[in-house]
């Protein structure tokens, strides 16, 4: 993915963002989670602005994780969803964003593993 700014993903009732001038300054998650005080937001990932970098969204069992540019963003934070959840991406005004999908799957994956480097946690 290559963002320029703002970026939204939407699954549901939940969105997970990036940006300044939506919901703080980083990542963030609003919408229901099901367990306050359970999983992480890693807020201080930096966007890298207009680089082309992968993202990795993926929902198990109600829990949400989430790679970009390989660092964990999202670490098994639970949800509450509803069925039929659609999922969108969002960016705001004359920001751009541009993807190319290589899997969706109904199914969620392990997608982190505690040998990933992050800047926040090393």
């Not at 963002?17 to 980083?26: A, E, F, I």
């Not at 993202?55 to 829990?63: A, D, E, L, P």
């Not at 969803?81 to 290589?102: A, K, Y």
Request: aromatic residues 10%.
């Amino acid at each position: 993915m290559k963002a320029a700014d703002r970026v939204r993903f939407e699954l549901g009732p939940v969105t997970i963002g990036y940006g300044p001038g939506w919901v703080g300054y980083g990542w963030y998650v609003k919408g229901p989670v099901a367990k306050r005080g359970k999983g992480h937001v890693y807020y201080q990932v930096p966007l890298k602005k207009n680089e082309t970098v992968p993202v990795r969204i993926s929902v198990r069992n109600g829990v949400l994780d989430m790679l970009y540019d390989n660092k964990p963003v999202v670490r098994a934070l639970p949800l509450e969803l509803p069925n039929g959840n659609c999922f969108n991406i969002q960016t705001w005004h004359d920001d751009s964003v541009e993807f190319r999908l290589e899997h969706a799957s109904d199914k969620g994956n392990e997608i982190i593993v505690s040998d990933i480097g992050h800047p926040v946690i090393n």
